[in-house]
């Protein structure tokens, strides 16, 4: 098979935009949005109005047509200025929707997809659990029929977007199998539905303008057209929607590194200390070729869970090693990146300092780095 590293004509263009966009409209007020804790709504209508908020969907249903490295490259080119908007944008693709796309029925999609993919509403995605994180499989969450409907109690914790979505998927058990294992269903659900409470009130290490939320149910009562694919698959499906938010979290962090990268590449030249500037030091010049290398080695490992997963063919063990290895490259050069700085990097102006904490939440939010070894030592057969 022939190997091709090119962008597509496409993909560059996508490059372009995403780089323009995120320089002219995103960077700007990143440190004060950081500050504040802003959200960065007018940022995603702005996004809605150049059709990128349904990227890698079809165009019958409001998308964009294009592909997971598009997609990939547009969460890279955000994370790189603000990683706050990276992660919404990611999470709204790849757990908002996805999901419904893939086991969506037609009217689900026309329904629910479709507003998505305009921007009408922020996609979101409740798997985890204050007592289910890397053990998803622990939900509690119950949804039980009554009549032609689905009642679900429970709560749900660390839900990216919950605020701005005007529904979500989320997971509860709805019974047992035959050897007594939990049955896991996954239903769409309105957040405006009656005992649908969002609740956000996190205080977190970084990502501060990103929206992190607590959802709490009590008895929310859904029509049973609101079941999400298959009864009892739902977890299943979630996995599968999981593989695909690697990607977009290795993305994410390829974006961080790139970011921190440029900063560290930039003082480095105006730094001087000792007559000369400290990027002529040798012992500088290794940190930042380490960088450049890992970033490259990671970003192409991105893309190739990405072309995968376009082609169609399996990709689990390759998304799990590009957010694997991009994660950690991530934080690697941003503890680099502040380390070149001394102590200006510990200072807020000079951004490395958010990068580094946004940086910490590749490493955990979809899959911890153990659950990734986890996953790729089952996959090559141990």
Known sequence: MEMNFDLTEEQKMVRKLMRDFAEGEVAPEADERDRSKTFPREIFQQMAKLNLMGLPFP???????????????A?????????????TYSAHISLGCAPIYLFGTEEQRKKYLTPLCRGESMGAFGLTEPNAGS?????????????????????KSFITN??????LALTAVTGQDDNGKKEISAFIVPTDAEGFQVIDNYVKMGLHSSNTTELVLDQVRVPEENLLGQIGRGFQQFLVTLDGGRI???????????????????????RVQFGRSISKFQVIQHKLADMAMNIELARNMVYKAAWLKDQGRPFTKEASMCKLF?????????????QIHGGYGYMHDYKVERFFRDAKLTEIGEGTSEIQRNIIAREIGC
Do not use: H, P
Not at 59 to 73: C, L, N, Q, V
Not at 139 to 155: F, L, M, N, P
Not at 162 to 167: D, L, P, Q, R, T
Not at 248 to 270: C, D, P, S
């Open 248 to 270: 977009g979290i290795g993305a994410m962090a390829v974006g961080i590194a790139q970011g921190a990268f440029e900063a560290a590449l930039r003082y480095a030249n105006e």
């Open 135 to 155: 053990d998803a499989g622990g939900t509690k969450t119950q949804a039980r029929k009554e009549g032609k409907d689905w009642v679900i109690s429970g709560s």
């Open 59 to 73: 165009e019958e249903y409001g998308g964009g047509g294009g592909d997971t490295i598009s997609f990939a490259i």
């Open 162 to 167: 919950a605020s701005y979505a005007k529904f």
């Open 75 to 87: 969460v890279e080119e955000l994370s790189r200025v603000c990683a706050s908007t990276g992660i």
């Open 326 to 338: 991009a994660s950690e490259t991530a934080m690697r050069v941003c503890d680099q990146a502040v």
